[in-house]
Every structure is written in structure tokens, then in C-alpha cells.
């Protein structure tokens, strides 16, 4: 479809929608008169806030069901997947279960949904290396993210990354998890890879790279806007306290 006529049909798709939620006339003016950026600013100031609030709304609801009944999701997903016998349901089970700490039975049901096309799909073979480390066997995840890798060479994903230098530390594989960490740390969007690479250095009779990496990690927090520092507050702790500031 040509890109002129995809324009004028989501500038009328947006008229439209100016006209049935009763929004202010005002709008359709924009909308004809400025093409593209008319819809660009109609996006940003009327539709993404109530996304956003829509999403809010959302998770409060779910905090409120939780609260309320705490086994609703677990009932859910468990007659799902007994009905539904996919890799979608089981993944599903899987995160609920490893949500309220049994780590042990939520790696057997992404395990269970883990055959035939969907033998190598990386999404719950992530899910299992998650909950087989919680579980605490480490092997086992690093198992588990082999396979994803080996199967899934494009597949990227930062907390998979990390979860593999754990996996590899926690059996004792030092070597190789530092140069993991460092690889992880390097684009890992929060402070957690770089002070536990801190923390492997520092284990590893490196001290003073330790303590460089943890310096970095706090100077690096101090430009970082405040809703960044509260979301990072544990590792920020940490490394204060690894440098005794």
C-alpha cells in the first residue's frame, strides 16, 4: 500500500476517532491541516495518556485481585493449561508458579510444553533457566541457556545474559563467568550486572578493578534522574557499601 494512501486512512481513522469520543473539534482542523504531524500530536497529547492510564488501571486491578485472592491467577492458568495443552499455557503456568516461589514445578511445566516445534522456543526455555536456577540448580540453567543459544543464535535478551554468568559463577566457573559479566555489564540497562561483576573481581583478588567498577557504577547513578536511583536502590546500596562510602 502506498505510504500517501496509509496517511489519509489514519488521518481518518483519527477524525473519526476525535468525533465518537467527543473530543474537541479543534482536533479535526489539526488533523487536515497538518498531515502527519497533525496525527503525531493528536497521538501524543489524547491517545498515549490514556494508554497510559489504561495500563495503570490494569495493573492496579491486578494488584487488587492478588490482594484479594491470591490463588486466582494460579487456578487460572492451572485449568488452562489442563485444558490447553500448549507451550503458551504450560509457559503461562510456568510464570505463575515460579511468581509464588515454587521454582521446582514451575520448571516442569515450561519443560512440558518444551516438544516438538517448540522444543528450542528460547521464550519458556528462558522461563526454564530462571526457574531452574531459583531452584537452585545451576548446571541445570546453564544447561537450559546453552540449548536457547545453540537454537536461537539472534535471540537476545540482557537478563537471559546475566542469568548465564550466575549460572556459570554458581558452578564454580569463575573464569569464564567473569568474562561473561564483563560482556553483560557492558550493556545490561540497570546496576546490577556491573556490581556483580564488581563482587566476582573482588572475589577473584582484584581489588582495585572491584573498586574502580563500583566507583563507576555510583558516578554513573549520580546523573541518573531520581525515579533511575530509587528503581536501582538495592545494587547502589551494595556498591556503597563494598567502598565503605
Known sequence: MPFYVL?????????VHVIKTGRQTIWIWVLVLLPGVGALAYVAVELLPD???????????????????????????SATAAVSDTVVAKARLGAELARRGDYAA?????????????????????????????????????QS???????????????????????LEAEGNVFKAESEYRAVAAYYPGAEARVRHALLLKQTSRPGEARDALSDVLKTAELAPRHVRRAQAEWLAIAKRELGA
Do not use: C, W
Open 7 to 15: 496517511s489519509i486512512l489514519v488521518q481518518v481513522g483519527l477524525v
Open 145 to 167: 541457556l546453552d540449548a536457547l543459544i545453540t537454537n536461537n543464535p539472534d535471540f537476545k535478551s540482557a537478563d537471559g545474559h546475566l542469568l548465564y554468568a550466575r549460572a
Open 51 to 77: 494508554l497510559l492510564r489504561l495500563r495503570a488501571t490494569r495493573s492496579a486491578v491486578r494488584a487488587m485481585q492478588r490482594a484479594v485472592d491470591p490463588d486466582r491467577g494460579l487456578r487460572h492458568a
Open 106 to 142: 514451575a520448571a516442569e511445566s515450561y519443560r512440558a510444553g518444551l516438544r516438538g516445534i517448540y522444543e528450542h522456543d528460547p521464550t519458556p526455555l528462558l522461563g526454564l533457566a530462571e526457574s531452574q536456577f531459583a531452584a537452585g540448580d545451576a548446571a541445570g540453567a546453564r
